[in-house]
């Protein structure tokens, strides 16, 4: 399927979110996610869904000021 990465159109065949990180490089990375506008916790990965079209913004946490 494909999902909209950070602006960007991937493939992948993961099924949820915590799945789709690893796919994508993040694997064990501090990151703050939102699937379809939506926060969602690190917790609560693997049971966010994935389908075909979803919009994925992986944050990095910034420091300084």
Do not use: H
Request: glycine residues 12%.
């Amino acid at each position: 399927m494909k999902i909209l990465v950070n602006g960007a159109w991937r493939e992948t065949d993961a099924s949820d979110l915590a799945a789709a990180l690893t796919a994508l490089g993040y694997g064990e990375a501090v990151v703050a996610t939102a699937l379809n506008g939506e926060f969602v916790a690190t917790g609560s990965r693997a049971d966010a869904r994935l389908t075909d079209g979803d919009r994925l913004e992986v944050l990095a946490p910034m420091q300084g000021g």
